[in-house]
């Protein structure tokens, strides 16, 4: 069993939500990262989310995007960042899952990537650009690796489409609140909690929540169906204005704790 599935098993026995923060490293200032996440995990995170930086996020809203852009001014290449989960890796158990896109992984090389990430000691990959269906040969590699990889459903996957997501996803899946990019909403649409249901009558294995989630009442109403949540851009931009690390640090560890 991995650190992931640990998590869900002892939070499930807990009955209580995965809340899983999603930074960008090395936002909003160079030095941010592995005290953020340090900072998080004391805040009550189950897991993190660390996106990889990418000049053309074809997932991420404005908030993400603006987010990406300063940290590829302060040096988050995709080597650097495995860096940095080595680093905080020494100094913490809990699951770390990054979030990239292909082409920056298939330019460092694929199976030089999850020799990395593995060593750096990743636990699990979301890659949006990459589907399910064409996925085969990156899970063996993965797997080889001992590497998880988590796909994303969204409002309009059917219930087969939940199905074979929920069955290629090696712990849990992540499942998209609205159709569109991620950025924090005040609500969700009529048939939102009609979509979590749907999700959870068609998967076996955990699933959370991301996309739009920004506070305490949302968490709330999303765990009583899903087993956690993603929050991204409201945790950016709650530290974005920060001057200092020991600020940013602060400001993150404070709206993640607002949050339970």
Known sequence: MNRISE???????????????????????KG?????????????????EIGIP??????????IQHSSEIALRNGATVLRVLE?????????????????YFNPILYFGVEKF????????????????????????FRELSKKYGVSNVFLIAPTSSEERIRVIDALSTDFTYCVSVTGVTGSRSSFGNHFDEFLHRVKRNTKKPFVVGFGI??????????SIADGVVVGSALLQA???ATSVDEAVSLGKNFLSSLQ
């Open 7 to 29: 998590t869900f098993q002892k939070l499930q026995q807990q009955k209580k939500p995965a809340i899983v923060p999603y930074v960008t490293p090395e936002f909003p200032l």
């Open 32 to 48: 941010t990262t592995v005290p953020l996440l340090l900072a998080l995990e004391r805040a009550g995170a189950a897991m993190i």
């Open 54 to 63: 990418f000049s053309d996020p074809l997932a991420d809203g404005p908030t």
């Open 84 to 100: 940095l989960v080595k680093e905080a890796r020494a100094q913490t158990a809990i699951p770390i899952i990054l979030m990239g």
């Open 114 to 137: 999850l020799t990395e990430a593995h060593h750096s000691g990743v636990d699990g990959l979301i890659i949006p650009d990459l589907p399910p269906e064409e996925s085969k040969e």
């Open 214 to 223: 920004k506070g305490k009442e949302q968490v709330t109403m999303i765990s």
């Open 239 to 241: 530290m974005e204005n």
